[in-house]
């Protein structure tokens, strides 16, 4: 088994083994049509997945955020990987609040991001780095958010290893850590921070739904683990005993769209949902996107679980 998941992007030509960038018909035109085919099917609504209703926000030019945090209050914060924002009120008033992040310009691109106890940011970077952006937001015109390198543990990334996704926060008076490594996009790896200095605890791993689509990754509730991808599919597990508390597909795909993120969010207007963010090209030019925010009720989706 371990052999086939190691090669499973894999084809075999002449007994040599190719990556998919190898492949013999990369660049013809049967490559372009399989291309063009996927791109199709991926397109394509799905009869299963719950559709989202569209929520109007107007996002700031030139923004095209990977990172959705929801934070306290029933908010969203959408977030560019070298960090450029925007904060969106959702419900009955619907501002929109830019920000900036400063003392990332020596970081890799971040890949995870989440809300701490006193307001402030937990930031991820795709070489495993812990930054922190304490207090609250300023709410100063033009005014940035000053963020530094955490005095903690160093995530058990390995060096030279990137992720593409991350999540980190504090459960239990002890940091957690979930992981998704760029060498194995479909496993979420989690680990607690030790009381041995700079040691972890593997506390277990988590196979995506859905296969190799794009995911992301958060704690919620202090209770919960997260996990979404770029399939609609969405799961949320228990830290305590890994029981299943929502499993659901959502209908996040559309022609000229990039899903980006998911995370639970608490509204005490719109009651328990789940927010989504995505890109859709721009009408005007195929290089320019513009964000979507999609939402869906978390709680009706409880029975709609799937193996």
Known sequence: WHEEKRHAHTYTLGGRRLTEAQVPWEGTKAGALSIAVKSLLASMPDPDATPLAMHQVAWPAFFEPKLLICVEGGSVAALTPRGFGAMAALGSSAAVQPFRLSGLAASAPLVGASQVEDGGLLL??????????????PQAAGAAWACRPEARTRLPVPEGARLVAAAAATIGGRLHAALVHEAEPNLVVLFAEDDEPEAWLPLGEVRLPGGHARPTVSFSGGSDLFVATGEGHVLRRRLSDGATVLSARHTVREAGTLWQAACPLQHPEL????????????AISQHAWQPELLLAESDAEKAAVFE
Request: one cysteine or more.
């Open 124 to 137: 991820i970077t795709r070489a495993g780095q812990l930054l922190g952006c304490p207090g609250q937001r």
């Open 271 to 282: 009651g328990t949902s789940l927010a989504h963010l995505r890109l859709r090209q721009a």
